[in-house]
């Protein structure tokens, strides 16, 4: 089953325009204020009387006279892309209720990058799911499991099969869909049961927003009904979990200011939606061509009427005007702006104006939601996260699945960190694998069972594969980004996890896949070699496999801390090169976090007498550690930085080749070179 994540998470495989325009964001470069994602309201219209919905008129209703017709949506549609947009978010009311949809859809995406489209799947036609086939995500919303139960979601008896007959023509046409899920009061006691039915439907199934907002036309009747159905938070956290893996920035971004987190100031923060548009990328178009920078935001005084003029003067001039005229009142500053829940809270003006009238105005719902936000947020770094160091380097690992004292080899125990650090490297483990776009991957680099590396934008996809050319299957992924330090590992199962007594982090054969592209950053790689620490002095024992590394570590522990026997990290530190260990040991099981100094680097030679010879020429020494040295996925700016280090090592550091016998006299062989 493969699952997407609720509608505030990023779909990692599905990396579009809008992404590759945001990449720059790493590179230190400012992101250009280009309204690169359009989102269109159709028509507030609708053929159903949905119980939550905020928006919803009459499929008759007199207001369809005021929508936007065909031309002028193009000349909106046309003048966005002049100025940059790409993407759209095609949605309602039901847009399929007008009958010009199939043209507007044509229009709107024939040369739009992925776009997304949002309808209740009542009105799809065989030829609109053949329309559908174009490349974009379809939503189609399930309110329930059963016809009784979507229907009276719905308000409109029959629904439930025009859904259903929906969702069967665009598998005819072998057109491609998400199943949204909406949950609410009346439909949650089968939840479970309508995720049965979106897998039985669909490859890909999400969560629509499980917290539901009141009414923009303000109806006392409808948002009591609103209001009735929205779940208890506890429920709403479970189902839309906040995001934990920004918590360690935002604390060590507090220690180092030495301040508690930033709360809103009077003054200046008092601009209620000035950091919303600042930000801003993405726009909005309602049905009557009113154009702001939220689609929550329905105060027709900050909507620009583009039948009236451009959308570039919409752009460019109206929206950021309105970062000054939205002010928080006395009240704002009393609660919201002052709130210490505000890190965990939802709140946002737009949601106070749809609750009381006020943009300033507080929501006793999304107080009650904060509060089980950091329940969550404390009951994850309990359960669900583990710090472990390494080269003085800290990984976080955080599962969807609670962590045990079972889960990782006890070998890790020596590793285990209290928290994060200056240097980090993020993991999060997934136990559902995400839809695969095969043709959307990026180019690949690498393809050797048991991967399959892909290079897109800034970002690295591996795939697990078999070693048969016909077999398709995904045996788990990973996704990360360009410096490997921030990771999400889509597990195909959790039996593994559970089985615990795991030996790699990454749930990898080994973590090398990981460490060694993000240690060639920190002027750093992994050795297959022994390391030991005598007396304050570090010895780096290379060889391949068979070698004699297990054997003269085991001859030299009784005369040092044994750090690996068989993988050593090498990294360049302020006070010079230092060797660390590391948890991927041979046979013997001996590991320690610690590090020493690097103070000679021998080449292990088995021999019939115990002799040290002395390496004399650099160049000698850089060839036999590149033929040393751990790689996983190698790239011609990976080698430069190894080789810049291998030179270094061979430069700085005395290097021997040490033949050696069963004896047990090296450590007579070695007393002598130390």
């Avoid at 309201?41 to 905020?54: E, I, M, V």
């Avoid at 699945?401 to 890790?412: A, C, M």
């Avoid at 080698?639 to 270094?648: C, F, G, H, R, V």
Wanted: with cysteine; charged share 25%; net charge positive.
């Amino acid at each position: 089953m493969r699952r997407l994540s609720p509608v505030r998470k990023r779909v990692l495989f599905r990396l579009s325009f809008l992404d590759r325009q945001t990449s720059i964001i790493g590179s230190g470069r400012p992101i250009p204020r280009l309204p690169l994602e359009g989102n269109i309201d159709l028509t507030y219209r609708c053929n159903c009387n949905c119980r939550h919905c905020w928006l919803r008129l009459p499929a008759n209703h007199p207001s369809a006279k005021r929508e936007l017709p065909f031309d002028e949506i193009g000349r909106i549609v046309g003048e966005a892309r002049a100025m940059g947009c790409r993407k759209w978010l095609i949605s309602g009311g039901e847009p399929m209720l007008r009958p010009d949809f199939g043209d507007i859809f044509d229009m709107i995406t024939h040369r739009s990058l992925p776009y997304s489209l949002n309808t209740n799947g009542t009105l799809i036609t065989p030829a609109i799911a053949r329309l559908l086939k174009r490349k974009g995500a379809k939503m189609v919303a399930l309110y329930g499991a059963t016809a009784e139960t979507h229907d009276h979601i719905t308000r409109t008896p029959g629904s439930f099969a025009a859904t259903m007959q929906g969702f069967a023509y665009l598998r005819e046409a072998k057109t491609g869909f998400i199943v949204q899920l909406i949950p609410m009061r009346d439909n949650y006691r089968e939840f479970d049961a309508m995720t049965r039915l979106a897998r039985s439907l669909s490859p890909v199934y999400r969560v629509g927003a499980p917290w539901l907002y009141l009414s923009a036309c303000r109806s006392a009747v409808r948002n009591r009904e609103i209001s009735r159905q929205r779940l208890n938070p506890a429920d709403v956290i479970h189902l839309d979990p906040p995001d934990a893996t920004d918590d360690d920035e935002r604390i060590t971004a507090a220690e180092a200011d030495d301040k508690p987190p930033a709360r809103l100031q009077p003054g200046e923060e008092n601009r209620l939606f000035a950091a919303c548009i600042d930000g801003c990328r993405d726009f909005h178009i309602d049905p009557y061509g009113g154009m702001t920078f939220c689609c929550f935001v329905k105060d027709p005084a900050l909507r620009y009427n583009l039948r009236k003029g451009s959308f570039r003067r919409a752009w460019d001039d109206f929206i950021p005007s309105l970062a000054d005229k939205v002010q928080g009142d006395p009240g704002y500053e009393e609660n919201c702006g002052r709130c210490e829940q505000r890190e965990d809270c939802r709140w946002c003006p737009a949601y106070g104006y749809l609750e009381h009238g006020r943009y300033s105005a507080k929501v006793a719902y999304l107080c009650a939601l904060a509060d089980e936000a950091r329940s969550y947020r404390e009951n994850w770094q309990h359960h669900h996260r583990r710090y472990f160091r390494i080269a003085d380097i800290t990984i976080r690992v955080d599962s969807d699945l609670p962590f045990t004292e079972k889960t990782f080899d006890p070998k890790f125990k020596k590793f285990e960190a209290a928290g994060p650090s200056e240097e980090m490297i993020s993991l999060r483990h997934h136990f559902e694998q995400p839809a695969f776009d095969r043709d959307d991957m990026g180019q690949e680099v690498y393809r050797r069972a048991p991967w399959a590396i892909y290079r897109k934008d800034r970002s690295w996809i591996y795939l697990g594969i078999g070693p048969g050319r016909r077999d398709n299957t995904i045996y788990g992924a990973a996704v990360f980004n360009e410096g490997h330090t921030r990771g999400r590992i889509y597990n195909p199962s959790e039996a593994l996890f559970r089985q615990g007594k795991l030996h790699a982090l990454t749930m990898f054969p080994s973590d090398q896949i990981l460490l060694a592209r993000a240690l060639a950053d920190r002027q750093a790689c992994f050795i297959h070699a022994a390391g030991m620490d005598i007396g304050g002095k570090g010895l780096l024992l290379v060889g391949h496999s068979g070698a004699g590394k297990t054997t003269a570590a085991r001859m030299l522990r009784k005369q040092g801390e044994v750090l690996c026997d068989d993988r050593i990290i090498v990294r360049r530190r302020p006070e010079g090169l230092r060797i660390h260990g590391t948890w991927s040991h041979g046979e013997l099981p001996d590991v320690s976090a610690g590090s020493a100094p690097l103070s000679a680097i021998i080449f292990l030679e088995k021999a019939d007498a115990n002799r040290l010879v002395p390496v004399t020429k650099g160049i000698e020494t850089a060839r036999l550690l590149a033929q040393h040295v751990v790689k996983s996925l190698v790239t011609a700016d990976w080698w430069e930085k190894i080789l810049t280090l291998i030179e270094n090592m061979a430069q700085e550091v005395p290097a021997y080749r040490l033949q050696f016998d069963k004896s047990g006299r090296i450590n007579d062989t070695i007393g002598k070179l130390l």
